[in-house]
């Protein structure tokens, strides 16, 4: 569109978008039925009054939208929208006594002085636009209004992070409005998931909406941001901050008011000031050349510390004033507007305007570096000149005002101005553009000394312990920008792992020098490589001299919008890093006694260990390695058993229950896990008494001949193939000393009268060097009736019935173990004689399980076979047997008197 500049009735449809060609008026009704319209530099005005001037179903303005507002109370949309989607803004007005235009446009990303941190809304939880409402010709007068500001292009869900930042929280969103440099709170309205109303609105500028900051706790110092240089009668920009701290990484957002100090035929645009969010932009008009010196003093609150100032990364409170003779700025802009944020090596064009004075001949223009000299526009040190490149001379006057002229500039500056001369004889004036701007690197490189991408070969760093070094060169296109002198930053939260991410400590850099710069104490928390994605190494304070005026958009972006580039600049994906290794191995399993009571096991019998990762492998600080399993986890585990040091390794009878298979495993996220995880184990029972073992150690050593840490496992505490030593390898399961004995079940024969019920003796008994005596510590064996066979039924010659026999044994009962002896007990139904043989049924292995002539019966068993002894046979693999008679052994007394 641009072939007429008014039109009557306007429709846009189908695909694609529209760009305007210039200034457009649509007189009658605009139709947005589907596609964009891109005004670029230029406005779409709908001169009729809103609502009424457009009809709406899809679609958006990209820039600038001026609406009329009737007189009398309106509600009218501005559907616009930036290159993140539609976002549109509705506009009440109250009591509207002169009808006027209202411009209104929306732009993509956070409002610089968001990611500034001195809007009053959080850049890091916020709605990622910015929206701006300006006054037209004529001007509008109304009483107040509201604005509903909608952040999402559906009402039904939220792009995340495009539209709204991951993690924030549209209930806790609030609006900040900017007018005359001065950030303030209006009232908040109607909160939606994808909209947020200010009410009671008196006045237009520029709306941020987000969560709010966290202030800083108290105002730590005011400072001043100025250009270092200013021409006669031009509004100088400086910015006012409250900063929380003494690097003023922090704002103070709370109401602050500073009195400035006066300035020789100068004059501020407010003094004092009062203001909240953190800053406010004020300007400064001198009328006479020369130095001049900025302050100011804070008085609500006050603090104790001096007011201090900055031109860009240099502290001074110098502002230099010259009779200035042209200006740059961008194309199209007035005078003594701003210069938006370069790419090194990227051609761009700006006016040259002339400031009056009459006929200017200018002979010289240079870029400079205005971080540099003390005396002024004079004294900046030249970084480029374009006088021939640009075809100089050239005259300026009211016939020949403005000319475009193109630069480049392969390098990078921070804080840069252009220094025109002209060729006034004997003496030239000199004077620099009113504005300065940051010409940044488009990217970096990263490299780094931990080279290797594999998952073996050396270098190696141990994860948290071994520092590398992490080198960051500001680039374009491959060639370094050895002018850039600002210190990067990392963003580990874009690093990845393999296959998880870990942290990083030391992770800082030292400012460039020659555009690179190394940061050598990293260090990294996890096995394996990491990678770093797109701007993981990131500069966002290099252009601080743009940022502070908005003259770069948020985010990274080398593209241009709405003519600006980024701020920040960051590194392109790189890596594999590494490669890393755990620093050291910690022992976690622990060992819990078959029976805890009397804290002792039997050899054969199942006891814990616990959990099934026995072993982690950490870093520095103690955290688990989660990368440390295959293909990064070349380590062996060993494990090893030895009773009072004694330097025989018993480990080959540490065996899993149930299996008998060896102890065995394998890493997984960082854990030694045992096989099928798990933690039922067995100290093996041979078929000949051996020990006893009353100070039996158990544990483990890792082996992985990339780890140099000595010794490799934490607190190593023995060795269980040598005795005695200081330089241990192993380490012992907490709980160890643990008691493991050879142990066997006895039944003693009984004997009684047929007349009363037959308690029989057994007890537990363990191997003691030479010979078997009781477990006085055994208070956990136990078996039940069920595990108890009677056989082999017998009678004396001659005996009278009733006879003992499987009819009349009535009940058989045991009695809980107490200090390793319990009791049987047999009850017969009748008064019978006789005897019988009882057989425990421990599930002996020995063939047969009972001593020949025995049998189990219908006996179950009772799962002790590790208390089988050698009743008969050569191995200790037999249940137990005992006899009880019944009125079998009578006294040999025929009578006996007791006397008293």
């Known amino acids: 569109m641009g072939a007429y500049t008014t039109y009557n009735n306007v429709g846009v449809s189908g695909g694609g978008g529209k760009t305007l060609g210039g200034n457009v008026t649509v007189g009658g009704v605009l139709t947005l039925t589907s596609g964009n319209i891109a005004t670029g530099g230029y406005m779409l005005t709908l001169s009729a009054s809103c609502p009424g001037s457009y009809s709406w179903t899809s679609g958006h303005i990209i820039g600038d939208l001026s609406l009329r507002f009737p007189t009398g109370s309106t509600t009218c949309d501005f559907h616009v929208g930036d290159s993140t989607g539609y976002a549109p803004i509705t506009v009440t007005m109250t009591s509207v006594t002169t009808a006027g235009p209202v411009v209104g446009r929306v732009d993509a990303g956070d409002h610089p002085d968001s990611t500034a941190g001195y809007s009053g809304v959080d850049a890091a939880k916020s709605a990622n636009h910015y929206w701006t409402l300006s006054a037209g010709t004529p001007t509008i007068a109304y009483t107040s209004y509201s604005a509903t500001f909608r952040f999402c292009a559906s009402t039904g869900s939220c792009a995340s992070p495009s539209e709204v930042d991951t993690g924030a929280n549209t209930s806790n969103f609030i609006v900040a409005r900017k007018a005359s440099g001065t950030w303030t709170l209006p009232t908040v309205g109607t909160r939606t998931t994808y909209s947020t109303q200010a009410t009671s609105l008196t006045g237009l500028g520029e709306f941020a909406v987000g969560e709010p900051t966290t202030s800083a706790a108290a105002l730590h110092h005011i400072r001043l941001a100025h250009p270092g240089s200013a021409c006669t009668s031009n509004p100088t920009s400086i910015a006012v901050q409250a900063c929380g701290d003494a690097n003023c990484t922090s704002y103070y957002t709370g109401s602050v008011t500073v009195d400035l100090d006066a300035v020789t035929n100068g004059t501020w645009s407010s003094d004092p000031v009062t203001f909240t969010g953190g800053a406010a932009a004020l300007t400064l008009t001198v009328t006479t050349t020369g130095a001049r010196t900025l302050g100011g003093t804070a008085t609500s609150p006050t603090t104790g510390n001096p007011t201090r100032c900055f031109t860009g990364g240099t502290e001074t409170c110098s502002l230099m004033v010259d009779s200035c003779i042209l200006d740059m700025v961008e194309v199209g802009a007035a005078a003594y507007t701003h210069i938006y944020t370069k790419l090194a090596n990227v051609t761009f064009q700006l006016d040259g305007k002339h400031l009056g004075g009459g006929s200017q001949k200018i002979v010289k223009v240079e870029l400079v570096n205005a971080d540099t000299g003390s005396t002024g526009c004079t004294g900046h040190m030249q970084l480029q000149d374009y006088s021939t490149a640009l075809g100089l001379p050239e005259t300026f006057n009211s016939g020949n005002p403005t000319k475009i002229f193109s630069f480049a500039y392969a390098n990078a500056v921070a804080n840069a101005r252009f220094r025109m001369t002209n060729d006034d004889n004997p003496t030239p004036k000199v004077s620099c553009s009113s504005d300065n701007f940051t010409i940044r690197p488009q990217a970096y490189t990263v490299t780094s000394s931990a080279t290797n991408t594999g998952s073996s070969g050396t270098p190696v760093f141990r994860a948290g312990t071994d520092a590398f070094s992490v080198t960051a060169t500001a680039v374009y296109s491959g060639t370094t920008t050895t002018g850039y002198t600002g210190?990067?930053?990392?963003?580990?939260?874009?690093?990845?792992?393999?296959?998880?991410?870990?942290?990083?400590?030391?992770?800082?850099?030292?400012?460039?020098?020659?555009?690179?710069?190394?940061?050598?104490?990293?260090?990294?928390?996890?096995?394996?490589?990491?990678?770093?994605?797109?701007?993981?190494?990131?500069?966002?304070?290099?252009?601080?001299?743009?940022?502070?005026?908005?003259?770069?958009?948020?985010?990274?972006?080398?593209?241009?919008?709405?003519?600006?580039?980024?701020?920040?600049?960051?590194?392109?994906?790189?890596?594999?890093?590494?490669?890393?290794?755990?620093?050291?191995?910690?022992?976690?399993?622990?060992?819990?006694?078959?029976?805890?009571?009397?804290?002792?096991?039997?050899?054969?019998?199942?006891?814990?260990?616990?959990?099934?990762?026995?072993?982690?492998?950490?870093?520095?600080?103690?955290?688990?390695?989660?990368?440390?399993?295959?293909?990064?986890?070349?380590?062996?585990?060993?494990?090893?058993?030895?009773?009072?040091?004694?330097?025989?390794?018993?480990?080959?009878?540490?065996?899993?229950?149930?299996?008998?298979?060896?102890?065995?495993?394998?890493?997984?996220?960082?854990e030694y896990i045992l096989t099928d995880s798990a933690t039922a184990v067995t100290f093996t029972r041979s078929t000949t008494p051996t020990g006893p073992y009353d100070a039996l150690d158990i544990g483990l050593t890792v082996t992985d001949s990339d780890v140099s840490t000595v010794p490799l496992v934490t607190g190593a505490d023995m060795n269980p193939a040598v005795a005695g030593g200081t330089a241990f390898t192993y380490k012992k399961f907490s709980g160890s000393p643990q008691r493991m004995r050879y142990g066997r079940l006895r039944l003693l024969n009984a004997y009684g009268s047929e007349r009363l019920s037959l308690p029989m003796v057994w007890e537990t008994q363990y191997w003691e060097s030479q010979a078997f005596i009781r477990n006085f510590r055994d208070s956990c064996t136990s078996f039940g009736s069920a595990n108890i066979a009677l056989d082999n039924y017998q009678s004396p010659p001659k005996a009278v019935p009733p006879l003992l026999s499987a009819s009349n044994v009535g009940t058989v009962t045991v009695g809980a173990i107490s200090a390793g002896r319990g009791t049987i007990t047999l009850a017969p139904t009748v008064h019978a004689t006789g005897s019988v043989d009882l057989v425990v049924n421990l599930g002996s292995t020995g063939l047969p399980s009972n001593c020949a002539g025995l049998s189990s019966g219908t006996s179950t068993s009772a799962g002790l076979a590790y208390l089988s002894g050698q009743w008969c046979g050569a191995a200790n693999d037999r249940n137990p047997t005992a006899r009880a008679s019944f009125g079998v052994y009578k006294s040999p007394l025929i009578y006996r008197r007791e006397n008293y």
């Open 487 to 670: 210190t990067p930053k990392f963003d580990a939260t874009l690093a990845t792992g393999s296959p998880n991410a870990g942290t990083f400590t030391g992770a800082t850099f030292v400012a460039a020098s020659a555009g690179v710069s190394t940061g050598s104490t990293f260090k990294y928390g996890e096995v394996g490589n990491f990678s770093l994605q797109d701007n993981a190494v990131y500069d966002d304070t290099f252009a601080t001299v743009d940022s502070s005026n908005g003259d770069c958009t948020s985010g990274f972006s080398n593209t241009l919008a709405g003519g600006k580039y980024s701020c920040k600049f960051g590194s392109a994906a790189a890596g594999p890093f590494g490669r890393f290794v755990p620093d050291h191995f910690t022992v976690v399993g622990a060992l819990a006694p078959a029976c805890a009571a009397g804290s002792y096991t039997y050899m054969g019998q199942s006891f814990t260990l616990s959990p099934a990762g026995v072993v982690q492998a950490r870093n520095a600080a103690n955290g688990v390695t989660t990368n440390y399993a295959a293909p990064y986890a070349p380590g062996t585990v060993t494990f090893g058993a030895e009773n009072a040091d004694s330097g025989t390794d018993l480990k080959d009878s540490l065996v899993f229950t149930g299996t008998g298979l060896a102890l065995s495993g394998s890493w997984v996220a960082g």
